[in-house]
C-alpha cells in the first residue's frame, strides 16, 4: 500500500495576507486557502496523547500530508469546513510525509 492509497482525506492549507495599520503595526488582513491538498487525517487517542510532550497534551488530530506540499506553523489547516492551527510538523525519518498535530482553533 502506498501513501497516495492512505490519503483519503482532503484539507486545504491556508496563509495569511497581512497589512500595515495606521500604527505601523502588522496585522492580519485574511487567511487565503491554497487548492486541495490530499491528506489522511485521524483522531489522538487519550494514549497518544499521555506520550506527547507537555505543549502538544490539547492536540486533537493528526494530519499526514506527502513532503511535495509546503506547509510551516505560519499556516492553518482547514478540514470539514473547520479551521485548526498547527501545533507541531514533523518530517518522517524517509523524507517521505509531514506528520503533523493540530488542534481547533478558540
Known amino acids: 500500500m502506498s501513501l497516495s492509497d492512505l490519503l483519503t482525506h482532503s484539507i486545504n492549507i491556508l496563509t495569511k495576507s497581512t497589512a500595515t495599520n495606521e500604527w ?18 485521524y483522531p489522538i487517542s487519550d494514549e497518544m496523547k499521555l506520550t506527547l510532550p507537555g505543549n502538544f497534551q490539547d492536540a486533537e488530530y493528526k494530519v499526514i500530508i506527502p ?6 506553523y505560519s499556516n492553518r489547516i482547514r478540514w470539514d469546513g473547520v479551521d485548526w492551527d498547527i ?7 524517509r523524507n517521505h510525509h509531514y506528520e503533523i498535530l493540530i488542534k481547533r482553533l478558540s
Open 24 to 41: 505601523g503595526e502588522e496585522v492580519v488582513s485574511a487567511w487565503t486557502s491554497s487548492s486541495s491538498v490530499d491528506a489522511r487525517v
Open 67 to 72: 513532503t511535495s506540499v509546503s506547509i510551516s
Open 87 to 93: 501545533l507541531e510538523i514533523k518530517k518522517d525519518s
